[in-house]
């Protein structure tokens, strides 16, 4: 395995892994080997519309459905096109600015164009 992390519980680097886990010999301390190879990567941070091809600012999407906006009549509809969207994370990911207004929408929602 890779040189000796740190142990989140007491900062020392007498560890070891131990099956999935990474085992601390000062403290007695376990955590999974998987959860600290995630934390290096930024998979959070990728917003993939519905056909899973990465979204980033500025990207043109369409709806791939109406979608209902809550609390008025409006819907939009499938097929109408999104220019210059900006990601913004969350539960709904992308700022939508459309004729209609602005919205903000979730990117399986939407297709990449
Ligand atoms: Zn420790």
Known sequence: MSAPLACPQCTLENTYPDGDNYVCADCGYEWPIAAAADSEEDDDAVIKDANGNVLTNGDSVVLIK?????????????????????????????????DAGNFMLKACYLRKV
Do not use: A, Q
């Open 66 to 98: 109406d979608l209902k906006v809550k609390g008025s009549s409006t819907t939009l509809k499938v097929g109408t096109k999104v220019k210059s969207i900006r990601l913004v994370g969350g539960d709904h990911e992308v700022d939508c600015k459309m």
